[in-house]
């Protein structure tokens, strides 16, 4: 009995010892502070600056000269004088269509023109000795006009049995091969003269007061991604689209070495205009499908927290992101560390990154 006794005190010492220790212990973890630490972000302060106005815009490159070399005449090719990307200098000869028919006709006029001129050259001796009726004189005169006219009919289709250059340009691919019979308008070839180049394009006509010729004009040019093409403003049409709204502008192009008609470019005008807007660095900005926000740091009770605003944001320039409507300027917002953040969150500001 006396050891059933002693078991149990010795029992009760050690569950006492236990429950005190488990007391103390959780008595030590309900004192102790859960409140988690201050979330560590870097910040910069929003600034109001004055940028210069730019229309963005896009574009299609032209050359000044350029054009698509066609036939005003049908008829089948006898030759071909050019090659597929060679040069061709002004008044060249470019191609020539089959004239044995023109040539004939020319003969044959050229006969009747002579009969024409012998026999109005003696009834005009004879109205003059009055041997002859004024209408025979008269019929005589038109005879000889109508046979010049037919002769410079054929002269003239004979011209356009061959096709010139216009200007001196650089040939495009040939279209068309010896023997190939042509129509008006069957286009032989191309021709551009790729020494002077030219942009045209459009903007909202609400931009119309702001064109005027000399213009500065950025170009981009997908191609040529490491060089920048520059243009001046020519000429602005004299007349807005009525189903765009829209009015077709016209730059020349001052180096476009390289540059081909037909190419596609991005343009930036400068219209010497100033606007002031309050700007963040780019990476302050987070978006969203419900648009774009950014983290502002506020000071409560001592304490530093962070807080989203909506914010509408504008054009972005080396790395800062201009805000049209939401933010004010010195405020401090932050850069890095968005993810981490949430309404209310404490944060700490690490000085070192400067952004």
Known sequence: MRGYI???????????????????????????DFTPPPVVVAAATSREEVW?????????????????????????????????????????????LNDDVE??????????????????????????????PQTQFDTSKADLERAIAQLAETEARLRNKRIYAPF????????????????????????????????????PASSAPHLTPGLEIRLDVGAFADRDFRATLQAVDARVDPGTRNILVRARIVDGQGLLPGMFARLRIAVNRQQTLVTVPETAISYALQGATVYIIKEQGGELTSESVAVQTGEVRDGKASILNGLAANVQVVTAGQNKLYRGVRVEVDKAVNL
């Open 6 to 32: 002693l078991v149990l005190v010795i029992l009760s010492g050690i569950f006492g010892a236990i429950g005190t220790y488990l007391t103390n212990r959780f008595s030590a973890l309900a004192n102790t």
């Open 52 to 96: 210069d106005t730019y229309l963005y815009t896009v574009g299609t490159i032209n050359a000044v000269r350029g054009i698509d070399l066609t036939s005003e005449e049908s008829g089948q090719i006898t030759r071909i004088n050019f090659e597929s990307g060679g040069q061709a200098s002004s008044g060249q000869l470019m191609l020539v």
């Open 103 to 132: 040539k004939a006709a020319r003969q044959s006029q050229i006969a009747n023109l002579n009969l024409a001129k012998l026999l109005f050259q003696r009834d005009q001796q004879l109205i003059e000795q009055k041997s002859i």
């Open 168 to 203: 001196s340009g650089t040939v495009g691919i040939r279209q068309v091969d010896v023997g190939d019979y042509i129509s008006p308008g069957t286009v032989i070839t191309t021709l551009q003269d790729l020494s002077e180049l030219e942009i045209d394009f459009s903007l």
